[in-house]
């Protein structure tokens, strides 16, 4: 199927990104890649996002979405089939997804940072650092480093786990098609392969996970045709946001609605800059805001609620 209004803006190296290219080739979808600059400054993505700067950020005319879950999400609806959630358990396969996206990406994040010491660009080492590490992120990267074999063995864990999931012989994680929580595990997994100098030796303890890492890369990214920056954000102008005003939600628990005036922002405290916007929708999963930039024209940016702090302005 083509769908030639998705643009990816990511960078090869991005295991998030990764986890969208995956959920691509899940769906057999064409798609359109910018490649964004690894560390900021990134201003031809943060026009188009009021600030986000993590990688990768989609956008479907003017309408952006930030975050790999609120990628999926607007996947899933824009199109159904197949579906990233073959099997009747997709509520408890978002929970698990939303672990793989918080614990499991952060577990992999100190592997893969804590192994490379003082490896690191010192300017890569203080961007990730600070992101993921907080202030004391210095520290936090040497911590990282001295705790290599507990951290090691909390990844093995996981390996172990996975790989009994597919002793009965199944495909996939969740059977024998692939779903989102394929992609969601993967993305830790390539990860570690890719960017940890004992990864591949790490692995091949799992024979059923190693076969499960080459089905999947078999998969492929579905098609891929580049993009400039400039291309994309002219895209964007171009386009009116498709998302319609949402209806206010009574139990909404801080009382969000449209029309009002909040900043978005990553609910750990990673230095980043927070995203201004008047409410379009808020719903329990996801919070749409309206922005308006004189290089994109009127855009609506869409956050996950899920590890996301919504203050009202
Ligand atoms: N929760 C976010 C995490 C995104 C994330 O941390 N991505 C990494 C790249 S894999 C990142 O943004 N690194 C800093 C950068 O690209 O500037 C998501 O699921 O999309």
């Given at each position: 199927m083509t769908d030639p209004d998705i643009i990816l803006h990511n960078y090869p190296q991005s295991p998030v990104a990764e986890k969208a290219r995956v959920a691509f080739g899940i769906k057999g979808l064409a798609w359109r890649s910018v490649e964004i600059p690894r560390i900021p400054p990134k201003p031809m993505l943060t026009v188009l996002t009021g600030g986000y700067r993590r990688t990768p950020v989609m956008q479907i005319g003017a309408d952006i979405y930030c975050d790999s879950q609120c990628i999926l999400h607007a996947l899933e609806r824009r199109?159904?089939?197949?579906?990233?959630?073959?099997?009747?358990e997709s509520g408890l396969l978002r929970c698990l997804g939303r672990w793989t996206d918080g614990a499991l990406f952060d577990l992999s994040v100190r592997i893969v940072l804590g192994s490379a010491g003082d490896a690191l660009p010192p300017e890569f080492a203080e961007d990730r650092g600070r992101l993921y590490f907080g202030p004391d992120w210095a520290r936090g990267l040497k911590e990282a480093n001295s705790a290599l074999p507990h951290l090691a063995a909390q990844m093995r864990v996981v390996l172990h786990w996975l790989d009994d999931q597919l002793a009965d012989g199944r495909r996939f994680i969740s059977g024998d098609a692939p779903a989102a929580i394929d992609a969601q595990f993967y993305h830790a997994v390539w990860f570690i392969r890719g960017r940890w100098d004992r990864g591949p030796a790490f692995l091949s303890e799992f024979a059923r996970l190693e076969r499960w890492e080459a089905d999947i890369a078999a998969l492929g990214h579905g098609t891929m045709t580049p993009m400039s920056a400039g291309e994309a954000i002219a895209v964007a102008r171009a386009a009116e946001p498709t998302t319609t005003p949402g209806i206010t939600d009574p139990l909404d628990p801080q009382g969000l609605a449209p029309g009002m005036a909040v900043t978005v922002s990553p609910d750990l405290d990673g230095g980043e800059q927070p995203v201004q916007g008047v409410i379009v929708s808020a719903t329990a999963d996801t919070v749409t805001l309206r922005r308006s930039d004189p290089e994109t024209g009127t855009i609506h940016v869409h956050f996950p609620r899920a590890g996301y702090r919504v203050d009202i302005a």
């Open positions: 199109h159904p089939s197949p579906s990233f959630y073959p099997t009747p």
